[in-house]
């Protein structure tokens, strides 16, 4: 790595670029850690732009990650400069480059919040919104999360952080507004077999609140809200507090195997993983062993390892998949899906028996 790979946003911390090259490389924040012999309390910081680059920092960065010296200690500078300016609280110039890190047409179109179309109403809104007084108390509140979500962007994907930020924002919004039983692992975890017949039901506005319900009896808040431009994400889950917890959900894909697939995932991730962590899901292509623990639960509670062998045997035509699906007690669009994922079929095959669904008929709670 040289210097002259290097193409940093000068609005954005060194860690940004630092995250680019760890992607690059196929390098985790606990790699990084390592390699730079800290603690991933520090990568973290580091990374996030929450912990200055020091010139003992810029020499090791040079000799482990690329670039030189100096760039790393002109970068930080720069940054430091750039966060000085752009959290002026008085300075309009930093409302306006904040306003257009968010999706704010979204955000209006979705009902999220209301303006009366003046630009300093749309910044008013956007700061009740986020529960902040000024674009510098945002990027405080906001800035571990932001870090998160940097991280895990894919550049094939183009999301923005501010973007999935507020999508995240709406979910804890949305959560505070219903009343769930405080949080019982063992009683989720036996409330999942009940759901996992829900899969069956065809319309979204029919199984989505009974949904709600078991999850809510179970200390799980259960939100469905549609992803604005900028956000990829599928699925999202976080502890608001240490009695309740949250999923949130997009239906990115509008299709029965995609959306129980993702919320068996999150399901997952509570159960068996931090309660202290964000897991995003948002077609990057950072990978982590709790993602692939998440997806085998997902898997094995929707087909249970004893059943697997059905869809590794059954001939491979319409009836027998209907047969199979019925047999294993979930939608044919799932055991569909799940051919796919095993390569037995094509990902273009068998896709008319997945149901499709759209905005209109999805409860949106």
């Known amino acids: 790595m040289n210097e002259r ?10 860690g940004a670029t630092i995250a680019d090259i760890l992607k690059e490389q196929g390098l985790s924040i606990d790699d990084f850690a390592k390699l730079m012999g800290c603690s991933q309390t520090r990568a973290e910081r580091l990374l996030g732009g929450r912990e200055a680059i020091t010139i003992e920092m810029a020499k090791l960065l040079a ?19 750039d966060v000085g300016y752009l959290q002026s609280e008085g300075d309009r110039s930093a409302a306006d480059i904040w306003l257009s890190e968010l999706p704010v047409r979204d955000m209006t179109k979705f009902g999220w919040f209301a303006s009366n179309g003046t630009h300093e109403s749309k910044i008013a809104a956007c700061l009740d919104f986020f529960g902040v007084t000024n674009v510098r108390a945002w990027r ?4 571990d999360v932001l870090s998160v979500v940097s991280f895990r962007t894919s550049p094939a994907f183009e999301s923005q952080p501010g973007a999935v930020l ?11 507004e ?68 949250m999923i949130l959900l997009s239906f990115r894909f509008l299709s029965d195997d995609q959306f129980w697939f993702t919320f068996f995932h999150e399901a997952g991730h509570l159960l068996l993983h931090n309660k202290n962590a964000l897991f995003l899901e948002d077609g990057s ?11 085998r639960f997902a898997g094995d509670i929707l087909v249970p390892p004893h059943v697997q062998p059905i869809l590794r ?39 008319w028996l997945k149901r499709r669904y759209n905005w209109g008929q999805i409860y949106a709670g």
């Open 313 to 351: 045997s059954t001939p491979l035509t319409k009836e027998n998949i209907i047969r199979a699906a019925v047999r294993i007690g979930v939608s044919r669009g799932i055991i569909v899906g799940q051919l796919q994922h095993m390569d037995r079929i094509k990902p273009t095959q068998f896709n």
């Open 166 to 176: 507020a999508w995240l924002r709406y979910g804890e919004i949305k959560s505070a």
């Open 5 to 14: 790979n290097f193409q940093p946003n000068w609005m954005s911390a060194p």
């Open 285 to 295: 292509d950072v990978t982590v062993d709790e993602e692939i623990e998440a997806n």
């Open 178 to 245: 219903i009343d769930c039983e405080a949080w019982d692992s063992e009683k989720f975890a036996d409330a999942l077999f009940a759901i996992r017949k829900l899969t069956r039901v065809k319309e979204p506005n029919s199984f989505v609140p009974e949904l709600q319900q078991i999850c809510a009896g179970c200390g799980v808040a259960l939100i469905i809200a549609r992803a604005p431009s900028g956000c990829r994400a599928s699925g999202a889950t976080r502890f608001i507090s240490t009695d309740k917890a």
């Open 140 to 143: 405080e509140k906001y800035r």
């Open 63 to 81: 000799q482990r990650v690329g670039g030189s010296t100096s760039f790393w200690m002109s970068r930080e500078q720069q940054y430091r400069d």
